[in-house]
């Protein structure tokens, strides 16, 4: 039975709702170390993003002293394309400053729990009210401090606060633990990729014989050829909209910021033509190459893959695996290279094209080498697919519960949460869904 809770606005139970501005001169005055500048682009549905982390000094730090973020801020993102998304900040952030773009909305610690108010923005309900009040600007998405104010939503006892966000934190722990797993995996493989094909410390290679030409440095037996040499560009297409009742494993460059995680669609929600992803390939973004977003599909859950127009699909050449093709696409000496040959219209929407990259200048290893570093890699980039998919499985379920729980659907005035591991809590929760 639906228990049915007191409302109040966030007025009623926040110390502080606000947010703050860019420092004078833009991004031009970000320091490599300092204070961190948290923006829109830092705030996610319920995590933190370190990307692309801005730092400024103490002076800059000064001028923004009136939007010091403190352990358990909640962050809202209140203008543009990601109006309404939310995050606690982690601690490991802190010092902080928000920009213009970003409100702290700071609970009363005696009133409101910081992370059921994050539960509660995020959950359909709330996210949707804020989007509907966010369409009411006049030029732009944005959500004002009087709007925030005013925002109300349903305050169960802090004890039932506390147990709602407990259920759901279970599963986000879980979730962020197997992000630093895969972080760990990545960067291991990265390291190995420009060990042994960019500082050519690969096994034997203390007796190995080095040869130099115009062009540099390699080791006896490699050569020298172009990136068409090491793969080929799929071009095969199909539109989606064709197969309006087909399920589509939907590549996008949103999905891959979300976790990169491909959206089940239908064909009929697709309006324009994707590129085919076919197996053992790579795909590497054509649109602003300095931003990482190397993917490497994992195996179809049984639907067939497409991609964004964005993303080339790259097949490695015979004697390369997709690995190899992976950490190659994922080095940043190659994705400089990329950014600098990328053309466009304005610094935010710089391309590189397929035939560019075709004739880019390679030091292609021996297919031995090539193998013997595939039998490192692979299982490490294999568990990172598994440990993505889980994550997947755990958000599907976490957000299954999140309604139910902050709308009182699922009654938790009984759970015992102390000392319960993930498991023991969602057993309890989902013998509760099913009663």
């Not at 610094?347 to 013997?372: D, F, N, Y």
Request: glycine share 6%; net charge neutral.
């Amino acid at each position: 039975m639906t228990q049915s809770w007191p409302e109040a606005p966030l007025k009623a139970i926040t110390t502080k709702i606000g947010s703050g501005a860019t420092p004078r001169g833009g991004k031009e005055s970000y320091a490599a170390e300092g204070i961190a500048l948290i923006r829109s682009m830092n705030v996610y549905d319920m995590s933190f993003n370190w990307d692309n982390l801005a730092r400024i000094g103490d002076e800059q730090a000064k001028q923004l002293d009136n939007v010091v973020v403190q352990v358990d801020d909640v962050l809202l993102n209140i203008t543009g394309a990601s109006v309404a998304r939310c995050c606690k900040v982690p601690s490991s952030a802190l010092p902080a400053r928000v920009n213009q773009h970003v409100a702290i909305i700071r609970g009363h610690k005696d009133k409101v729990s910081p992370l059921y108010l994050m539960y509660y923005l995020t959950s359909p309900l709330g996210k949707n009210r804020l989007l509907s009040l966010a369409q009411g600007g006049a030029t732009r998405e944005a959500l004002t401090k009087g709007t925030l104010e005013e925002f109300s939503l349903p305050l169960p006892p802090l004890p039932i606060q506390r147990k709602i966000a407990t259920v759901l934190s279970a599963y986000d722990d879980l979730i962020e633990n197997n992000t630093r797993r895969v972080q760990v995996l990545e960067e291991m493989a990265r390291a190995l990729y420009r060990e042994w094909f960019v500082e050519y410390r690969f096994p034997g290679h203390d007796t190995a014989e080095f040869v130099e030409d115009e062009h540099g440095r390699m080791p006896e037996g490699w050569e020298r050829g172009t990136f068409s040499d090491a793969a080929v560009v799929f071009s095969t297409t199909l539109n989606p909209a064709h197969f309006p009742e087909e399920e589509f494993e939907h590549f996008s460059l949103p999905a891959f910021d979300e976790g990169q995680r491909p959206v089940v669609e239908l064909g009929e929600m697709i309006k324009s033509s994707k590129n085919r992803v076919p197996k053992n390939c790579v795909l590497l973004p054509k649109l602003n190459p300095r931003i990482p977003r190397v993917w490497l599909p994992p195996a179809s859950m049984g639907s067939r893959q497409i991609a964004s127009t964005e993303f080339l699909p790259l097949l490695p050449a015979r004697g390369y695996s997709k690995y190899w093709l992976y950490c190659l696409c994922s080095a940043p000496e190659l994705l400089e290279r990329l950014a600098a040959m990328a053309s466009g219209t304005s610094s935010s929407h710089q391309r590189i094209s397929p035939k560019g990259l075709a004739i880019l200048p390679l030091v292609l290893p021996p297919e031995k080498v090539v193998q013997r570093f595939t039998e490192v890699v692979a299982p490490a980039l294999e568990l990172t697919s598994a440990l993505r998919q889980r994550n997947a499985n755990l958000r599907r379920t976490r957000d299954l519960l999140l309604p139910r729980l902050v709308s009182g659907e699922l009654d938790v005035s009984a759970l015992d949460v102390r000392g319960l591991g993930l498991e023991a809590i969602g057993a309890e929760v989902e013998e509760e869904a099913v009663a």
